[in-house]
């Protein structure tokens, strides 16, 4: 059995998870997050700017201090900066192990952004990589809008900062404009010439971030970026959680994360972040483990396997049943024996008609007040209930 390759996440849900329009987090939830992350496994985080100022580099340096004083002390960290010399100087002695310097490689930022030249870019790179590790940092090479570069200024970027010193390029699908099959071919034409650490860098913006990096890692990517419930610029980036799930339960690729804890770490984040995700949120959504239709009840309880692509029990969760619109006679007899409440066929076929009108009126799964007032509104049992089952 072939072992399954390491990939390396660099979770950026204190930096690019930040930058989403609204959320703003404070020190001390900066720091809660990071040492939730390094208890998890998580083996890198980008944690901040410190071009933005003081305030910013205090929060950076609170994060490096909690994480080098925790026990595991395992959880190295970056800042994010652009190719300048001010920037660089700005992440001086905040206890940063990495900085990602950015530089735009697609000729229209080229040209509109900067102002400048590929020949420019290239001299810089090479002079402000030396600099960086001049100064003790490890450097990655940050290519911003890397999906709309052309392939030979690309390897040209990742060969000058190799001959540089830098020991990773990170390819930025900016504007989330990418599909699996381009990345695929763009990774891997920079894998093929390039011996460089390569890292992928994913936006939601067409809700491709995730397949996005797993073909990233299929095409020879050793290391991914990250947030918690795929926070980010515009629709987001590829979400920590889903990442890393899919890795595992399709065996592509081994991270080292403890799967149980990603949902404590998201729920928090969600809580710091002021967000909500859908119920159909992949791996954290309250509804992703939960059925109604009668077709898969039936399946599930036959062999769980029938409707199950991986175990809810990865991320420390579990199936639940409820009943609705779709339910059948043996979801029915199910949920109500768990209430101890014991039906025979007609009776469940009685109050399958009246789930549908229920359903239909009250746009939500009923409750066990509501199940029992069903139940007792077709005769099945008599029981008291309380006044306000319809409100939930």
């Known amino acids: 059995m072939n072992k399954r390759p390491f990939v390396r996440v660099n979770d950026t849900t204190l930096r690019d998870g930040e930058q989403t329009p609204g959320v703003a987090f404070t020190t001390e939830e900066k720091v809660r997050l990071a040492l939730m992350m390094q208890a998890a496994g998580v083996p890198e985080l980008e944690i901040g700017i410190p071009a933005m100022g003081a305030q910013e ?19 190295e960290t970056m800042a994010w900066c652009r190719m300048t010399e001010f920037d660089i100087s700005q992440a001086l002695n905040l206890g940063l192990d990495w900085v990602d310097l950015s ?3 697609s000729r229209q930022q ?16 090479d002079r402000l990589v030396k600099q960086a590790l001049d100064f003790g940092f490890k450097v990655c090479v940050g290519m911003e809008d890397a999906s ?11 060969e000058v900062a190799e001959r540089a010193g830098a020991s990773r390029i990170r390819f930025a699908d900016t504007l989330g404009i990418l599909e699996p099959f381009k990345t695929q071919q763009m990774i891997g034409e920079l894998r093929r010439h390039s011996e460089l650490e390569i890292e ?4 939601n913006d067409l809700g491709l971030a995730t397949a996005n990096t797993l073909a990233a890692i299929d095409a ?17 980036n590829a979400p920590l959680e889903e990442v890393v799930v899919a890795l595992n339960v399709l065996s592509k690729a081994d991270t080292g994360i403890d799967l149980l804890q990603l949902p404590l770490i998201c729920q928090y984040a969600l809580q710091a972040s002021g967000r909500q995700v859908s119920l159909q949120k992949a791996i954290i959504g309250a509804g992703v483990f939960t059925h109604e239709s009668g077709i898969h009840i039936d399946g599930l309880l036959k062999d769980i396997n029938n409707y199950q692509g991986f175990s809810p029990s990865l991320v420390g969760r579990e199936h639940t049943l409820v009943l609705g619109k779709h339910s059948g006679i043996s979801a029915i007899s199910t949920v109500y024996r768990n209430l101890g409440i014991e039906l025979d066929e007609q009776q469940c076929q009685l109050l399958r008609a009246t789930l549908r009108q229920w359903s239909e009126t009250h746009k939500c799964s009923p409750d066990e007040v509501a199940l029992r007032a069903l139940a007792q509104s077709v005769a099945i049992i008599n029981c008291p209930v309380g006044e306000d089952y319809g409100s939930n």
Do not use: W, Y
Request: aromatic share 0%; glycine share 6%; charged share 15%.
């Open 57 to 75: 580099q205090h929060s950076i340096q609170a994060i490096t201090a909690a994480l080098r004083a925790s026990q595991l002390n395992s959880t």
């Open 103 to 105: 530089t735009p490689v």
């Open 110 to 125: 080229i040209r509109s952004k900067l102002n400048s030249t590929p020949e420019h870019v290239l001299a810089r790179t």
């Open 148 to 158: 709309r570069a052309d392939m030979d200024l690309l390897l040209s970027v990742a």
């Open 200 to 203: 992928m860098h994913a936006h």
């Open 220 to 236: 020879g990517a050793t290391s991914i970026n990250t947030t918690a419930n795929g926070l980010g610029e515009r629709a987001g």
